[in-house]
């Protein structure tokens, strides 16, 4: 069984980036290809999620101003080594 990575980041107006992963378990066997295909429908315009609301660690910091977006913007999933206890599917079941 292979798990997955989910990589994200989040862009302020300045276009500053900050980068993150979340590694989940792939228990149920997914392809890589379905995994990404299932998140970027749930993705507003193909691209940008509010991370709280996926249960995912926001990036956005408490002193950016209120010009800077409060979406986080996906990026890729991979196939990973990495062991985690969270799983995929149950992560886009619930998003």
């Not at 276009?15 to 295909?37: C, P, Q, S």
């Not at 926001?58 to 986080?72: N, R, V, Y």
């Not at 913007?73 to 619930?94: G, H, K």
Request: proline share 2%; aromatic share 16%.
């Amino acid at each position: 069984m292979q798990n997955i990575k989910l990589f994200y980041f989040y862009r302020d107006s300045g276009n500053y980036k900050t980068f993150n992963y979340v590694v989940f378990t792939n228990k149920r066997g997914l392809d890589i290809a379905d995994i990404e295909m299932r998140i970027r429908q749930k993705l507003i315009y193909g691209t940008w999620f509010y991370a709280d609301q996926w249960g995912l660690p926001t990036l956005i910091e408490e002193h950016c101003s209120i010009k800077d977006p409060t979406w986080h913007e996906f990026e890729s999933v991979d196939i990973t080594t990495e062991t985690s206890e969270m799983d995929i599917s149950a992560f886009i079941n619930r998003i």
